[in-house]
Nanobody, 123 residues
Framework: QVQLVESGGGLVQAGGSLRLSCAAS????????MGWFRQAPGKEREFAAR????????YYADSVKGRFTISRDNAKNAVYLQMNSLKPEDTAVYFC????????????????WGRGTQVTVSS
């Protein structure tokens, strides 16, 4: 069992930056692929980024590639999402998720979810 709690969301102007954090409970955090998803108002939840259990491999959605960076610290049971050059279309609730699969970019592949943190980008 893994419990996830996101933090770091807020209101930022377009072009600005935010860093999201996700704190995980449990001694097996380092076994999981970790992902970030987001859900804008009236839209379906979508994949943003994932990182392998060791942190050696990352993968991004085209919409965030080059602007967002996912990282993790297994010693601290934490995963991060550095978001730069933010756009109004990045406005969404951002969710942290954990997967037992080594390759996981879709919602069904993820076993545990946080409750999300709101990111609002003003124009």
């Amino acid at each position: 069992q893994v419990q996830l709690v996101e933090s770091g969301g807020g209101l930022v102007q377009a072009g600005g930056s935010l860093r999201l954090s996700c704190a995980a409970s449990g001694r097996t955090f380092s076994y999981y692929t970790m992902g970030w998803f987001r859900q804008a108002p009236g839209k379906e939840r979508e994949f943003a980024a994932r990182i392998s259990s060791s942190g050696g491999s990352t993968y991004y959605a085209d919409s965030v590639k080059g602007r967002f960076t996912i990282s993790r610290d297994n010693a601290k049971n934490a995963v991060y999402l550095q978001m730069n050059s933010l756009k109004p279309e990045d406005t969404a609730v951002y969710f942290c998720a954990a997967s037992r699969s080594s390759v996981a970019s879709t919602i069904p592949r993820y076993d545990y979810w946080g409750r999300g943190t709101q990111v609002t980008v003003s124009s």
